[in-house]
Nanobody, 117 residues
């Protein structure tokens, strides 16, 4: 079955960096676009970033553009999100999601990122 397992979250100071990973299994990872989505405490879901199957097309929300970088390693079935210049408003539960027909059909359980001094 499809499994997406996020890791790499934790506590970071404002201006700091974290790198999230998402290990995928149960499907042909290289055949599907992937996304990162986050949910801040008490708020709704916010799409953060997306990547196509071979990593040649990258997409970002305006709120993270220039600070976050999405990438993937199809040989390792792993999705990444490098987060730099972190801000307190980046505090959220970060999910990776498998794309399907313009939407997302499978989600991980999330990894918590807290940005605070």
């Amino acid at each position: 079955q499809v499994q997406l397992v996020e890791s790499g979250g934790g506590l970071a100071q404002p201006g700091g960096s974290l790198r999230l990973s998402c290990a995928a299994s149960g499907f042909t990872f290289s055949s599907f676009a992937m996304s990162w989505v986050r949910q801040a405490p008490g708020k709704g879901l916010e799409w953060v970033s997306g990547i196509n199957t071979d990593g040649s097309d990258l997409y970002y929300a305006d709120s993270v553009k220039g600070r976050f970088t999405i990438s993937r390693d199809n040989a390792k079935n792993t999705l990444y999100l490098q987060m730099n210049s972190l801000k307190p408003e980046d505090t959220a539960l970060y999910y990776c999601a498998k794309a399907l027909h313009g939407g997302m059909d499978y989600w991980g359980k999330g990894t918590l990122v807290t940005v605070s001094s």
